[in-house]
């Protein structure tokens, strides 16, 4: 069962979700008859999907090591049989399934399908996390593939890099022009909401994209992609200069909090806790509820 196909349609190309596991998305983007895929952690549903449709896959692309999102590679490149596929993943991380080596200013160019995107490096939540980002024209938005890396009002654990690189990653994404369509590789809005709402519990649009993103779900469909100047106004992790933002942390920490990056060091550090906290309770409440 996938989800609805993605209305997202640009220059020719479509961008599928199509999830696996719990809360993944590979992204398959294509023409019609051929696709690129994006982080394939599990390959049965990709594969399944790229033959309903008969895509010829020609490109992977990997964002980080993470076996939740190179996990599919080389069942897909099964699929794709004797002309293969090249698969692109970052320079600073070994991927065996790796061929072409990406860091930062790289540029894949394929022309089956006709796409074309940079490589901006993103460390922090793996060493060597890369971000693929396709750039505007005529009248059509970027689209921006950040892993990891941005979540849908939320950013990826600190698993390998520093607090430092992250926000540095994260600040790069946000300069990016507010329309930049963004597709990040997990369905993780609604839990992130819920912390977005206690960190800026004034943010009117948090709470209404809480009940919009809400329904979404409850529709069975996904909540992404999202947009750079939408996270702008409702990712607590890119609002950390925000007035409100650094009062609750003060208030509930009782440290001060002088610089973004302090805010965004014990914002991402109570997010980890936030998390665990509700998995405790309803663990509490429904053992095994959550397995
Ligand atoms: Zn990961």
């Not at 505007?136 to 849908?152: I, K, N, S, V, Y």
């Not at 206690?198 to 209404?208: A, G």
Request: hydrophobic fraction near 40%.
């Amino acid at each position: 069962m996938f989800a609805n196909p993605n209305p997202n349609m640009a220059n020719g190309l479509e961008y599928i979700p199509v999830p696996f596991f719990t809360d993944n998305y590979a992204w398959v983007i294509t023409d019609g008859s051929y696709a690129v895929v994006v982080d394939p952690g599990h390959a049965e549903p990709v594969i399944s999907y790229c033959h309903s449709r008969k895509l010829i896959v020609t490109a992977v692309l990997l964002t980080h090591h993470h076996a939740d999102h190179v996990g599919g590679v080389e069942d897909l490149l099964r699929f794709c049989g004797r002309k293969g596929a090249s698969v692109f993943g970052p320079a600073l991380e070994r991927i065996g399934t790796v061929t072409c080596r990406a860091g930062e200013g790289f540029e894949v160019r394929l022309n089956e399908p006709k796409f074309v995107a940079h490589v901006i490096a993103t460390p922090g939540h793996t060493a060597g996390h890369i971000s693929y980002y396709q750039l505007p024209e005529q009248g059509c938005p970027g689209h921006l593939f950040p892993g990891d890396t941005l979540f849908a009002s939320g950013c990826g654990r600190l698993l390998e890099g520093t607090a430092e690189e992250m926000l540095e990653s994260l600040d790069t994404l946000a300069e990016l022009p507010p329309s930049t369509l963004v597709f990040p590789a997990h369905e993780y809005t609604l839990s992130n909401l819920e912390f977005a709402k206690v960190c800026e519990p004034s943010n009117l649009q948090v709470r209404s994209w809480y009940d919009s993103a809400g329904a979404l779900r409850e529709a069975g469909k996904p909540t992404l992609p999202t947009t750079i100047g939408h996270e702008r106004n409702v990712n607590p992790f890119l609002r950390v200069q925000e007035a409100e933002v650094r009062d609750v942390l003060v208030e509930r920490f009782g440290v001060p909090v002088p610089h973004r990056l302090a805010a965004f060091i014990l914002l991402r550090a109570w997010k980890d806790l936030f998390q665990g906290e509700f998995r405790e309770l309803a663990e509490k409440w429904a053992p095994g509820f959550l397995n």
